[in-house]
């Protein structure tokens, strides 16, 4: 079983810069692909992006260009660098781990979010 934490939240300007992290425990994460889903007020959790055990990644078009996924294995650390912000990326962002696919359903862990707002 994996646990996961975000952290990196926070308030931001729009065009501003944010790093999250994501941290597994109790299973390295090695063989896991890791996703990052993001949930606004009122809707639906939806993809970010998300990174295979082999390093291939996906990045939902809103976006792809503006966001980037990395993995850390030796740290067990997955990290979202999103940068141009924008007020549409308010959001509280999660990671998954054990899954593939847009669907929350996809995947088999959580964490708990880390919420980031964007100014305009």
């Known amino acids: 079983e994996v646990q996961l934490v975000e952290s990196g939240g926070g308030l931001v300007q729009a065009g501003g810069s944010l790093k999250l992290s994501c941290v597994a425990s109790g299973s390295p994460i090695d063989d896991y692909a890791i996703g990052w889903f993001r949930q606004a007020p009122g809707k639906e959790r939806e993809p970010v992006s998300y990174i295979s055990d082999s390093y291939s990644i996906i990045y939902d078009d809103s976006v792809e260009g503006r966001f980037t996924m990395t993995r850390h294995n030796a740290k067990n650390t997955v990290y979202l660098e999103m940068n141009s912000l924008k007020p549409e990326d308010t959001a509280v962002y999660y990671c998954?781990?054990?899954?593939?696919?847009?669907?929350?359903?996809?995947?088999?862990?959580w964490g708990q979010g880390t919420l980031v707002t964007v100014s305009s």
């Open positions: 998954a781990a054990d899954g593939w696919g847009p669907l929350v359903t996809d995947w088999k862990y």
